[in-house]
């Protein structure tokens, strides 16, 4: 049975940092790129972070280049993201994705986490 489960969610003050980890089941994520997105409250959902299959590649919404880092341990079939001098606005459910739609093509297969949640506190 294919599965993503996110952690590492909580409440962080304002320029704070935080890890999310995405641990896989039921699949190999070493053979898909993986990603990261979010859902802000009353907001579609936007992509954060993707990184390739090989692991040499990783890609960011600009709004988060400098301060989120997409990273994987195959070993361990988990993704991680490591948050730092959040903001805000970047409360939200966060959602890990294994295939789907990445910047480097899109994969059959599209598998999704239930999300954690990230709010920000000021």
């Known amino acids: 049975q294919v599965q993503l489960v996110e952690s590492g969610g909580g409440l962080v003050q304002p320029g704070g940092s935080l890890r999310l980890s995405c641990a896989a089941s039921?699949?190999?994520?070493?053979?898909?790129?993986m990603s990261w997105d979010r859902q802000a409250p009353g907001r579609a959902r936007e992509w954060v972070a993707s990184?390739?299959?090989?692991?040499?590649?990783?890609d960011y919404a600009s709004s988060v280049k400098g301060r989120l880092t997409i990273s994987r341990d195959d070993a361990k079939n988990t993704v991680y993201l490591q948050m730092k001098r959040l903001k805000p606005e970047e409360t939200g459910v966060y959602y890990c994705?294994?295939?789907?739609?990445?910047?480097?093509?899109?994969?059959?297969?599209?598998?999704w986490g239930q999300g954690t949640q990230v709010t920000g506190s000021s």
């Open positions: 994705n294994a295939g789907g739609r990445t910047p480097w093509g899109t994969y059959d297969f599209d598998a």
């Open positions: 039921g699949f190999t994520t070493g053979i898909y790129a």
């Open positions: 990184n390739c299959a090989s692991g040499a590649s990783k």
